[in-house]
T-cell receptor
Framework: EADIYQTPRYLVIGTGKKITLECSQT?????MYWYQQDPGMELHLIHY???????EKGDLSSESTVSRIRTEHFPLTLESARPSHTSQYLC????????????FGAGTRLSVL | AQSVSQHNHHVILSEAASLELGCNYS??????LFWYVQYPGQHLQLLLK??????LVKGIKGFEAEFIKSKFSFNLRKPSVQWSDTAEYFC???????????FGTGTRLQVFP
């Protein structure tokens, strides 16, 4: 069982608000990821990190930003939320191996009004 | 670009029926293959994986998958489904070149008693 936590689970906010989605893991994994998932669609990688002070953009363009100051923490921030940001955001982590088995958090379902 | 196709978007079965979910991928190089499952209200979790060796792999809860390299396929099977198998199933492919996990769109399985 993976120990990766996301908060909040659900968030409803108004347009223009700044929000931070939290993701923490207690497994000491170097690699962490953020995915965006819309209903009936595949997961799209929006950000990833290979360790502290490492962040990269994923395949899907996103207006969000991430930081990795500590190994266990990988928050995602939207400076000014818009209705187009409404989606589910999934955080994952994996060990530094070629197998790259990713462990997922429960997700944050974001609705921007 | 790499892609993963899951041909069955929604599958409805009665308990004890046999299950086969299709998964095809487009990448020709060395890959790791995964099936993830998401039960209602829960996080994505690993069902089974293939890295090398025997192309028939067994996972949790009686699931198995067969890697057919010539067909670029990794189909998921279960001889007799249970009501508790109701969930969404995602096929995913990791290419060694990109080190990124590419997901299919998922298959929603509903099993009725």
């Amino acid at each position: 069982e993976a120990d990766i936590y996301q908060t909040p689970r659900y968030l409803v906010i108004g347009t223009g608000k700044k929000i931070t989605l939290e993701c923490s893991q207690t497994m000491g994994h170097d690699k962490m990821y953020w995915y965006q998932q819309d209903p009936g669609m595949e997961l799209h990688l929006i950000h990833y990190s290979y360790g502290v002070n490492s962040t990269e953009k994923g395949d899907l363009s996103s207006e969000s930003t991430v930081s990795r100051i500590r190994t266990e923490h990988f928050p995602l921030t939207l400076e000014s939320a818009r209705p187009s940001h409404t989606s589910q955001y999934l955080c994952a982590s994996s060990e530094e191996t070629t197998e790259n088995i990713q462990y997922f958090g429960a997700g944050t379902r974001l609705s921007v009004l | 670009a790499q892609s993963v196709s899951q041909h069955n978007h929604h599958v409805i079965l009665s308990e004890a029926a046999s299950l086969e979910l299709g998964c095809n991928y487009s990448y020709g190089g060395t890959v790791n293959l995964f099936w993830y499952v998401q039960y209602p209200g829960q996080h994505l979790q690993l069902l089974l994986k293939y890295f090398s060796g025997d192309p028939l792999v067994k996972g949790i809860k009686g699931f198995e998958a067969e890697f057919i390299k010539s067909k670029f396929s990794f189909n998921l099977r279960k001889p007799s489904v249970q009501w508790s198998d109701t969930a969404e199933y995602f096929c995913a492919v990791l290419s060694y070149n990109t080190d990124k996990l590419i997901f299919g769109t998922g298959t929603r399985l509903q099993v009725f008693p």
